[in-house]
C-alpha cells in the first residue's frame, strides 16, 4: 500500500498540486482515507503534524454524508445497470458480512469499526455499512467523524514513532 501511495503523491507533486492537497486527495480516497492521507504527510511529505492532520481529517469525512444520504439510492439505480450490478451487489455482501459488530454493540460498534484502522475499515465502509442498515443518519455521521478522529489519532501517533516501517 505504501508503494501506491508514494506513487499518487509523486504523480500530483510532479503535477504542481501543492502539499495539503495532495494530502487531502489521499484522504478523500475509498481505502486510502485519513490513514494514508496522514502517513503521507507525516512520512513523505514532513508536513506539520497537526496541519496534516487537520487536513487529512477533513478530507476523509467530505465524502461521509454524500455516502450516508446517497447510496442507496445510487445502488438501486446501479442495481439495473447489467454489467455494474454485480459489483454492488458484491460490494453490499462483502459490507453487509461486517454487521456482526454493529448489530451486537449498535452504535459503539461502528465507532470501533470506524476508529480501528484495519484493512476493509474506516470512513467509507462505515458509513456504507450505516446506510445498508438504515441506521440514524445524524448519529451515524457524528460516530463516524469521531471514528476517523481516533483513527487519524493513531496513525498520526505510529507515523511519528516508527515512520514508514508501520506501513
Known sequence: MQEVVTNIQEFL?????????????????????????????????????????????????????FILLLINWIFEILKKVPVINKLVFWLEEKTLKKRDKIDKYGVWGLLLF???????????????????????????????????????????ILSLIFGAVVF
Not at 478523500?28 to 496534516?52: D, H, Q, S, W, Y
Open 13 to 65: 507533486t510532479a503535477h504542481g498540486i501543492p502539499d495539503w492537497l495532495v494530502v487531502f486527495i489521499i484522504s478523500v480516497l475509498p481505502v486510502l482515507e485519513c490513514r494514508l492521507g496522514m502517513f503521507t504527510a507525516i512520512v513523505l511529505l514532513k508536513m506539520n503534524p497537526f496541519v496534516g492532520f487537520i487536513i487529512s481529517f477533513l478530507g476523509n469525512i467530505l465524502p461521509i454524508p
Open 114 to 156: 470506524v476508529a480501528i484502522p484495519l484493512p476493509g475499515t474506516g470512513g467509507w465502509t462505515g458509513a456504507l455499512l450505516a446506510s445498508l442498515l438504515h441506521l440514524d443518519r445524524k448519529k451515524s455521521f457524528g460516530v463516524i467523524c469521531v471514528g476517523v478522529f481516533i483513527a487519524g489519532l493513531i496513525i498520526t
